[in-house]
């Protein structure tokens, strides 16, 4: 019963980020933004939302090992399985902005995020800063947009079909629903994992990294797979960068912020498996300026290999 309530708190978890991301894009246009601040803005966030909530749930109940497990294990399956499937299904082409800024930037802060684990805890003030980081982030990555929108670069952004002639009531409400099933999903989530866990002796990390972090990323696995269905290579792999920053920065510093975050559960293998498969993303992205199918099928199978190696650990 507790495997089935995963498996139904993942739909969910869907499901809400659905509704917020369709309620706050409509209402965000109706205010006067543009579809590419919506879809840097918005969209980008309210996908990411089911991380972020579970993380807090955790930290707020004193589990740092699903919160911090739950960053990890996301962006390792963000990279090696979103990633990689999409390209598997249309290779993914990429263009100067993604090379000169967005890679770098992604595997500069895979780099240096974990370096806030070597003391043993992700503190308030280290979660502070990485809350400022994704705020800097964010404006940067607007004007920049706009810089490039103005110099006649096209830009490609996941904004769902909207109808300017409902009312901004019916936003609000598709915004306070999709929160409000984010909050029960998450915990729902949360608890039955626990359950879990303690039932077959597997450790809150483990759990954080591999069940809890796939289920979390469902909205950026369905937005990237239809994006990569639709040869919209933009959308699928800004999926996966956009998302892959705000997990290191909003969520693991929001985390942080709520409640100290122990980072003892996590093996420094779970770190080198990050910055591992961030790493062989940067190379397949610059040769030939797309990523394969057979280089998509390098990155999935660097997560089998990488949950063969660390479920018995």
């Known amino acids: ?82 990633l990689g499937i999409s390209a598997m ?28 684990f070597l003391d043993g805890v992700v503190s308030a003030t280290e979660g502070a800063v990485l809350l400022t980081l994704a705020v800097a982030y964010t404006i940067w990555a607007v004007r920049m947009a706009k810089r490039d929108e103005k110099l006649g670069h096209e830009a490609h952004v996941d904004v769902p079909e ?16 999709g929160m409000a099933v984010l909050m029960l999903a998450s915990r729902l989530l949360v608890d039955n994992a626990v359950f879990v866990a303690k039932t077959f002796g597997l450790s809150d990390t483990v759990i954080g990294l591999t069940i809890i972090a796939a289920g979390t990323s469902m909205p950026e696995l369905a937005t990237s797979l239809v994006a990569a269905c639709r040869g919209q290579s933009d959308i699928a792999l800004g999926n996966v960068l956009g998302s892959s920053l705000f997990n290191l920065f909003f969520v693991l510093g929001g985390a942080a912020v ?39 099928g390098i990155l999935f199978a660097s997560y089998i290999a990488y949950v063969v190696v660390m479920w018995p650990k």
């Not at 740092?64 to 399985?81: C, K, Q």
């Not at 902005?97 to 500069?108: H, S, T």
């Not at 992205?285 to 199918?293: A, D, E, F, P, S």
Request: glycine fraction near 10%.
């Open 1 to 82: 019963m507790a495997i089935l309530l995963i498996l139904a708190s993942c739909g969910f978890l869907f499901l809400g980020a659905e509704l917020l991301v369709r309620g706050g894009s409509s209402l965000a246009l109706k205010l006067g933004l543009t579809p590419l601040v919506i879809g840097l803005t918005v969209v980008a966030y309210g996908t990411s939302t089911p991380e972020l909530l579970v993380s807090l749930k955790s930290a707020f109940a004193g589990r740092s090992d699903i919160a911090i497990g739950n960053v990890v294990g996301s962006n390792i399956f963000n990279i090696a399985v979103i």
């Open 89 to 116: 299904v249309y290779p993914i082409k990429t263009n100067l902005q993604v090379l000169k800024w967005d890679a770098p930037v992604v595997l500069l802060a895979t780099l240096l995020t974990p370096l806030t």
């Open 162 to 177: 909207i109808r300017l002639k409902r009312s901004p009531l019916g936003d609000l409400v598709k915004i306070a629903g």
């Open 258 to 296: 709520i409640s100290p975050i122990s980072t003892s559960g996590l093996q420094a293998f779970d770190v080198y498996a990050l910055i591992g498969v961030t790493t062989l993303m940067v190379p397949f992205l610059i040769t030939g300026q797309r990523v394969n199918r057979f280089e998509g």
